[in-house]
């Protein structure tokens, strides 16, 4: 069986976009861009001998203001900055849609698609969502602690203030 990392993919691999007072994903090419410490992340999770797994909602498709030929390209440019080995996304809105986090059915997904052994597995993510949908799939949570999600500060298995600082943890496993 495989162990794999999860990776929220707005906040972990790419920038969150602020609208106001709102976190929110890019809708557009021209919002989307890579953080730079992201990468020394992934490369350390491949070295770790770990499957890298994109797991993200993207309800803005569900409600028109994503479009899916941004979302294409923006899953295109992941996979050319990064060796990740699947992107799975949930595109409603819907909080009852069963593959929208913080439901766990992507990472069961992943599970079966990729033979994981999930009380083996971690999810690296900047949400509630996130740290929900890995302990109901029997995933260690790890949270990057920001300036936007201060109220959950703590709550994970592991919570830590940087990338780099997630990249350090990793290489201990």
Known sequence: MNRAVFLDRDGILNEVVVRGDVVSSPRSLEEFRIIKD????????KERGFLTLVVTNQPDIGRGLLSVADLDAMNHQLRN???????????????ADPRRKPNPTMLLE????????????????????????????????ILLETN??????????????????????????
């Open 38 to 45: 992201a990468h020394h992340l992934v490369e350390i999770i």
């Open 81 to 95: 900055a990064f060796s990740i080995d699947d992107i799975l996304v949930a595109e409603s809105g819907d909080p």
């Open 110 to 141: 992943a599970a079966a698609g990729h033979d994981l052994d999930l009380g083996h597995c971690w999810f690296v993510g900047d949400g509630l969502k996130d740290l929900d949908a890995g302990r109901r799939a029997g995933v260690s949570t």
């Open 148 to 173: 936007y999600n201060s109220h959950i500060h703590g709550q994970a298995d592991r919570n830590f203030r940087s990338l780099s600082d997630i990249s350090n943890f990793i290489k201990t496993l």
